[in-house]
């Protein structure tokens, strides 16, 4: 009996051990069976997430990274004023295509739109669109990454149909800006906008970088519908817009028959506003030198370009400080004149003068400044023109740019706007002069100069080195506080020759006791 209850035990434990390695066996399986599944979902995810990459990399090709030209402003540069680059009265374009706020427009874009197809018999919609679709793929990469937006046929139309409304729209309100300016039609006789209000909204939204049409599409509207004796579209560009640039060279119009290839509205107001004489000026001539200059020369050439090197770095450090002030560069002897003229019409009797807003000179202690206007959207149209430059790669010199920087180092408050102002310098029609100090002390914030060439290095460096004279200051305090009136002046030259004549009754006084 106790034989068979061991036996029995031993059974069980035998039985026991063989269920617990038959489930460790089974346990090894599962998880084998797991880890392969796990190896075989991680190869596949693998295999999914290089697809996804090779996809996106291919996708590259089709976007418009490098043919890009009107792009939406960085965010560097918005955060200081959005409201500089948004519009209020009309979008044109896609980026803003769905602003509510703008609908009311769409009536008059329907109205231009109207106006244009009845300029040639024969001419509808259907038409118009066939000849934008010849160039739509070139019109979607001018934008900055909306290719895939329009990828079906029915958002295809609806771009072809954008750019017909806005770009009729742009075409007929340039034509009908231009005429008025021109020819001077009598108010309220065929125009479709006569609200002064209105119509200095929409120029200022049409000089928005992110509300521009490619300037192709523009002009081949407007060759749809151009009489043989009327101005080409960039040239009537140059008229709708005359009040609402700061200054106007009236001799940039040969540069406009010239030039070619003009992305958009704000390319060419970039263009008609620069100087037609470029100066060029690095900021660091020894930088320039190649190494094979460098190895090549003798020793004693050598020491020459190390010196040629440290005194171009000296003159980087001289223009780098940042210049002073109007006010204080008034109070060590510098003073300020206006240069050049405002034109608010083409006159011809104007045409020679080529004055443009950047031709500043500093010569012999005397600061010479174009003198220009400031007004509501003044500060609109720089920052929207300093955003191109900042962000294209078409445009070489960067003035507004460095004007932007200068401006910013030359105005700190109201005193030194009023002293520019006083000197003719800035007309404002914005108030007081702290506004415009705050325009200007704003504009810079986010700009930076890419280049190595600052179009004001010479003006910086010589102003700098001017105050940095004793003699200057000195001779400017005389001035100021002895001579800045006629009465004064007059009451210090009295005091001087008093101050003579009792020297010398005093040295003849002497000299008479001593003959005694």
Known sequence: MKYLIVTANLFKEIETERIEERRRVDHLIETEQINGEDRSRSQTNMKSTNQIFDEMFEHLDNLSIKSCTIFKVNVGLRE???????????????????????????????????????????????????ELGKRKEEALKCYDNIVDLYNDTTRTDQFLRMLLLDGCFVVEFIRERAKKVTTGVPEGEHYIINVDCMVNQI???LLLLENQLPFFVLTMLDDLTKQVNEFPLRQLVRFAFVDTLPKVTPASITELHQAENFKHLLHIVHTLCHPLEKKSTSRLTGKSSSKSRWFNCSPANRSKEKS??????????????????????????????????????????????????????????????????????????????????????????????????FMDYLIDTDKDVSLLRLNEIIRSRIGEDKEVASLFNKLAKGVVNLDEVFY?????????????????????????????????????????????????????????????
């Open 308 to 405: 040629k090197a440290k005194e171009a770095r000296d003159s980087f450090i001289t223009w780098h400080k940042v210049m002073p002030n109007a006010t204080e560069l008034s109070e060590a002897g510098v003073s300020f004149e206006k240069v050049g003229h405002i034109y608010r019409a083409m006159d011809e009797d104007s045409a020679e003068d080529s004055t443009s807003l950047f031709d500043i000179k500093f010569e012999d202690g005397v600061m010479k400044i174009p003198s220009f206007h400031v007004n509501d959207f003044t500060e609109t149209l720089l920052r929207n023109l300093i955003a191109y430059e900042q962000q294209t790669s078409d445009v070489r010199s960067r003035y507004f740019t460095d004007f932007a920087i």
């Open 203 to 205: 120029l200022r939204d």
């Open 456 to 516: 004001y290095e010479e003006e910086t460096k010589k102003a700098n080195q001017y105050c940095q004279k004793p003699w200057n200051r000195m001779k400017a305090s005389l001035l100021r506080n002895y001579f800045d009136s006629p009465w004064t002046g007059a009451s210090t030259v009295a005091a001087i020759i008093l101050l003579i004549l009792t020297a010398m009754q005093t040295v003849l006084a002497f000299t008479g006791c001593v003959k005694k």
């Open 80 to 130: 200081s004023n959005p409201d500089a680059y948004t519009p209020k009265m009309v979008s044109i374009g896609p980026y803003h295509e769905e602003n509510h706020q703008l609908r009311p427009m769409e009536k008059y874009k329907l109205l231009f739109l109207r106006r244009f197809l009845q300029r040639k018999r024969g001419l509808d919609v259907e038409s118009c669109m066939s």
